[in-house]
């Protein structure tokens, strides 16, 4: 078979696997620490590592990408980073991947100069490099949190006609559901925490499972989505409601970027995330409007594929693809503005100066001057943090 992929990289954002605790969210900051990871989740993890193996280090698929390492990995054509803060969830998620995409290998051995071949240890175990980043460091994984912008839009949202209309839409299911929360606030503005109580007690709870009726089940996961689709996104690209995904920008373009100039070896590039990116890459793209079943939260172990191709008069063009969770047997190719693909000219130029590329620039797109690295910068000549800097302007 002649293989015809015309892949040159490829960037991929996942979400997490399952976890063993419930997460609690303030509804009014979305201020959170993680879970940890199951052995369920790991293994949702891998199996994502194995179809992700499957479509891009396979020589036979339409997929592969042109000149990976299929076998043996050579970390200098991977770059693997994820979010550490609180519990290990994201974090062991990443790596739990990489054992489905680089599994144990006979073929992982060096030759030591004395003639003896050394295997590594559980035959053939491939380590790689993850970059963990812990939300005290940068807030490109966790923009949200502190975030006094994102805040301010969530109390809009909290008080605003949409939420109270779905307030009273909710009223049965809530009123359902209320002797199954243990005490939790059973309001339409705590329905993230309420959904994912529910679920975590419906994965791992035998007598939950066998007593809890699947179409409440059903309902959480619909009024959930519901309210995070509105919590993160917004009426334009560049509206707070979207940081999810204005802080991953940056590293995405960059990545794209490299993946088209002949000394770069990275050619796949993955970030571990929870389901928060998701929607709001869904929303600044407008695949939802072709593609409205995907709003809301992205199962576990989601995946979202970023292709870069080049077509025969050298163009490079950018995919998108979406296979959500392990339920999904595919990948399927969501449209951007209505098309299958974009050129990475195109995608820049609409999104480019939507991305908040620096800790500094998330401060000030924040209006966080204390926390999260924040108090190192000088604000007094910025007109908006500091009004009495206007003068003389």
Not at 252 to 268: D, E, R
Request: charged letters at 15%; a negative charge.
């Amino acid at each position: 078979m002649v293989n015809t992929s015309t892949l040159i990289g490829v960037v991929l954002l996942a979400r997490h696997g399952d976890r063993s605790s419930t997460v609690y969210q303030n509804y009014s900051t979305y201020n959170s620490v993680q879970g940890y990871l199951t052995p369920f989740g790991a293994s949702q993890e891998y199996e994502l590592g194995q179809f992700l193996r499957n479509t891009y280090l396979n020589p036979q698929s339409s997929s592969y990408v042109q000149g990976i390492n299929t076998d043996v990995v050579d970390v200098d054509q991977l770059y693997i980073r994820a979010d550490a803060g609180g519990g290990d969830v994201i974090l062991d998620s990443a790596y739990a991947l990489m054992q489905g995409l680089y599994p144990p290998t006979p073929e992982s051995t060096i030759t030591l100069a004395n003639g003896q071949v050394v295997t590594s240890p559980l035959g053939g175990y491939q380590y790689v490099p993850v970059e963990s980043l812990e939300d005290w460091q940068a807030p490109a994984l966790t923009s949200w949190m502190e975030c006094n912008y994102f805040q301010s839009h969530l109390s809009r949202l909290n008080s605003g006609v949409v939420f109270k209309d779905l307030t009273v839409t909710s009223a049965p299911f809530l009123q359902a559901v209320t002797p199954y929360l243990n005490g939790m606030n059973n309001s339409f503005l705590n329905m993230w925490n309420i959904y994912d109580y529910l679920n975590v007690q419906y994965t791992h709870n035998k007598s939950f499972y066998d007593t809890f009726p699947q179409t409440l089940m059903e309902q959480a996961r619909y009024f959930a989505n519901l309210h995070e689709q509105n919590v993160f996104t917004d009426s334009v690209p560049s509206g707070v409601g979207q940081i999810a995904i204005r802080t991953l920008w940056p590293e995405i373009f960059w990545s794209l970027g490299n993946m088209t100039l002949s000394n770069n070896t990275v050619k796949l590039a993955l970030t571990e995330v929870d389901y928060k990116p998701f929607i709001s890459l869904f929303n600044v793209t407008n695949a939802t409007v072709t593609d409205p079943d995907i709003s809301g939260i992205a199962d576990y172990a989601s995946v979202v594929a970023l292709e870069l191709s080049q077509n025969t008069q050298g163009q490079y063009n950018v995919a998108m693809k979406f296979r959500n969770g392990t339920n999904d047997d595919e990948f399927r190719t969501l449209k951007m503005w209505g098309s299958d693909s974009v050129t990475l000219e195109s995608l820049k130029n609409k999104l480019f100066t939507t991305a908040i590329n620096s800790t500094v620039n998330w401060c000030f797109s924040c209006n966080q001057t204390v926390l999260r690295g924040c108090s190192v910068y000088n604000y007094s000549n910025d007109p908006f943090l500091n009004p009495t800097s206007a003068t003389g302007y």
